[in-house]
């Protein structure tokens, strides 16, 4: 997308502008400045700037997850929440399983694709998750059930186990499901594809 440019007298004119086009504060926008004159005694001073809020970074999101499916000749609906600048994308598709793939390989690959592409659009790391027909919240419920069997096993037997390589929002979603647990605790090992979790026998820990 081709961000808007804003040229007035000073930045904070500037900014204004910017805000006031977009309907928000200034304290909301991001931007870069692109241009300064500073004329000849005041005369011909300028500013220019790029700039873009949240709602832009939401709108290139699906816009680019529809034309992703547009190109595929796939169906689906997008929806967006914006979680304090972490994106959460609801995919409703009759398309889930192309989408998911196995054992959500595919769902992985798209999420960091469309993570780089919008990363690189507006050259920041943007954080987001994508979920397909409520397959995630169904794959957290399996993968915490599961962990919290494994973490009783380790208590009992006070031997540390280490789960089967997952991506980090599954990590984090076991990790929650055990920091309240008596004499366990969590830590991911590893690096990229093969980064797993452990569960680790952790005699007195503390529980809030």
């Known amino acids: ?3 808007k440019r804003y040229t007035e007298k000073t930045l904070e004119e500037a900014l204004k502008s910017a805000a006031r086009d977009k309907g928000v504060s200034v304290e909301e926008l991001h931007y870069n400045v ?5 004329g000849f ?4 001073r300028s500013v220019e700037i790029e700039a873009y809020c949240e709602k832009d970074v939401e709108n290139f999101i699906v816009s680019y997850i529809q034309q992703y499916f547009d190109n595929a000749q796939l169906d689906g609906q997008v929806d967006i929440e914006n979680d304090n600048g972490f994106y959460r994308i609801t995919v409703n598709t009759s398309n889930n399983a192309i989408l998911i793939g196995k054992a959500g390989k595919t769902l992985q690959a798209f999420n960091r694709l469309v993570k780089a592409a919008t990363s690189a659009e507006f050259k920041k790391r943007v954080g987001l998750l994508i979920d397909v027909n409520g397959y995630k919240e169904d794959r957290y419920e399996k993968i915490t059930k599961m962990a919290i069997r494994v973490a009783k096993d380790v208590r009992r ?14 990590r984090k979603a076991i990790h929650n499901a055990l920091a309240n647990m008596e004499d366990i605790t969590t830590q991911s090992t590893g690096e990229g594809a093969t980064r797993r979790l452990q569960i680790l026998y952790s005699p007195g820990k503390e529980v809030d």
Do not use: Q
């Open 1 to 3: 997308m081709e961000f």
């Open 34 to 38: 692109l241009e300064e004159k500073s």
């Open 157 to 170: 037997t006070k031997i540390d186990a280490t789960l089967d390589p997952m991506p980090a929002d599954e």
């Open 41 to 44: 005694l005041g005369v011909g």
